[in-house]
């Protein structure tokens, strides 16, 4: 609670002071989530201030930027040039997105207090954006022309180092070849063996640079990365599900959504790996499905009608994941060779993709693990100040400290 006034800025609360000073996408999701339970009314505005940010094809923005801020945090305001992009907002933002998992947190927050929801009328504002949002990813982004929604830049995923992405970005030029070195504002606030590398960061510039100079308008057919994230569009079918319930709650038909999240449900199959027993990403250009295990591929256990349930299960609860006796859900399986049990999405376990596995297993039935899971995101969360992320082997924290959505989903769990 203290950690999300300390973070709170005008409508909206940064994921951490220092390391991340403007207003991420999912970061504002899973902060309404927790927020519902001490202010429903500005758990609303955290929504509603992303939202006011959409641009007019739909696409809600990966960073909402404070221009006061603009030298904290690369590549900000004066990088994107928003602004000389038509369709943009008023406000200044990333071109990119981020995991649409805006729908089910609006959907939480309006339950939380309906009477103060329908007197602010705040889900039949959120329902038409909402709806933009999810046609967006439909209209702009099947760019494998399977009906899932492609990312075109690591950050898209919200996991932005995984090894899922180390192939892809393989093929992705460096900006630092022949330049200047990257800036990165970043490691004044965070340990370097603690967040992506120069090499890295060299690759996810140009892709934003080669996005942003084509207008970010999605046409572009020589953009170097171009994947299918199991994670993105199993959160792309869930909020479907929860637009179902938005929109019975309007009065409207939930029979479209319920579609939509089955097709999706149908479309991810090819991504599934029965090597790997989990779901993986795939290279849209060159077609491969990436041989590494994430727990990007577990969250498709969050779908009801997944054919492949048993199988992530058994994945999760086995060696690669060891629900039960790791401390929480790592990003990587614990088994691979580049397991990292402190570099960011590379092996840390995250409260995000942790409290998503708790819904999920609450969802399947597994009751027990799920109150086990959610018990030690808790202990572990109020112990080490609301990491970033900690250790999935002993629980040691890492990242920054009085981290947002560490807070606000810890707090959901205690009620
Ligand atoms: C991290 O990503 C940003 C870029 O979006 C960064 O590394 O600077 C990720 O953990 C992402 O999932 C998260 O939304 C963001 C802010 O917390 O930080």
């Known amino acids: 609670m203290e950690v999300l006034l300390r973070n709170r800025a005008a409508l909206h609360t940064l994921p951490a002071t220092g390391l991340y000073p403007h207003q991420w996408s999912w970061d504002s ?17 955290e929504l509603e201030s992303l939202l006011g940010a959409q641009w007019a094809d739909g696409r809600l923005p990966q960073i909402v930027f404070d221009r006061q801020r603009d030298e904290d945090y690369s590549p900000g ?45 705040f889900l039949e504002r959120a329902h038409p954006r909402l709806l933009a949002w999810h046609g ?19 950050w898209e995923s919200g996991m932005d180092n995984s090894p899922a992405w180390d192939g892809p970005l393989s093929r992705v030029p460096d900006v630092r070849a022949g330049g200047p070195g990257v800036p990165r504002p970043d490691l004044r606030h965070a340990d370097p063996s603690e967040r992506p590398s120069n090499a890295e960061y060299g690759r996810y510039l140009h892709l934003a640079a080669r996005y942003r100079d084509h207008r ?46 089955r097709e999706l449900t149908a479309a991810l199959e090819p991504l599934f790996s029965p090597a790997l027993g989990t779901y993986a990403a795939r290279d849209v250009r060159t ?7 994430t727990v990007a591929g577990l969250l498709p256990l969050l779908l009801p009608h997944l054919p492949r349930a048993a199988e992530l299960l058994a994945t999760l609860r086995g060696p690669r ?8 859900v790592p990003s990587h399986d614990l088994t691979a060779a580049g397991f990292d049990r402190a570099r960011y999405w590379r092996g840390p376990s995250w409260s995000s993709t942790t409290w998503l596995l708790v819904q999920a297993l609450r969802g399947r039935g597994a009751v027990a693990e799920a109150r086990a899971l959610g018990a030690q995101l ?7 100040g609301f990491a970033e992320y900690v250790d999935p082997i002993d629980g040691t924290p890492h990242g920054t400290r009085a981290f947002t959505w560490t807070a606000a989903l810890a707090l959901d769990l205690e009620l």
């Open 321 to 328: 994941f060891r629900l039960g006796t790791a401390v929480m």
């Open 287 to 293: 077609g491969e499905l990436q041989r590494v295990a």
């Open 216 to 261: 970010c308008d999605d046409a572009d057919a020589g953009h170097e990365f171009v994947c299918e994230d199991p994670a993105f569009n199993a959160l792309w079918a869930d909020a479907e599900l929860a637009m179902a319930e938005v929109a019975a709650a309007l009065g409207g038909d939930r029979a479209p959504h319920e579609a939509r999240a």
């Open 378 to 384: 808790r202990r572990s969360a109020l112990q080490h």
């Open 136 to 154: 967006y990813l439909r209209t702009r982004r099947d760019r494998g022309g399977r009906g899932l929604a492609s990312i075109v830049h690591p």
């Open 77 to 121: 305001a004066a990088f994107w040039r928003s602004e000389e992009i038509p369709g943009s907002p008023a406000v200044p933002t990333a071109g990119l997105v981020q995991p649409p998992v805006h729908a089910r947190a609006a959907l939480a927050v309006h339950r939380a207090d309906e009477a103060e929801s329908r007197r602010r009328g």
């Open 29 to 45: 999701a899973f902060t309404a989530i927790g927020l519902r339970h001490v202010s429903p009314r500005r758990a609303q505005q």
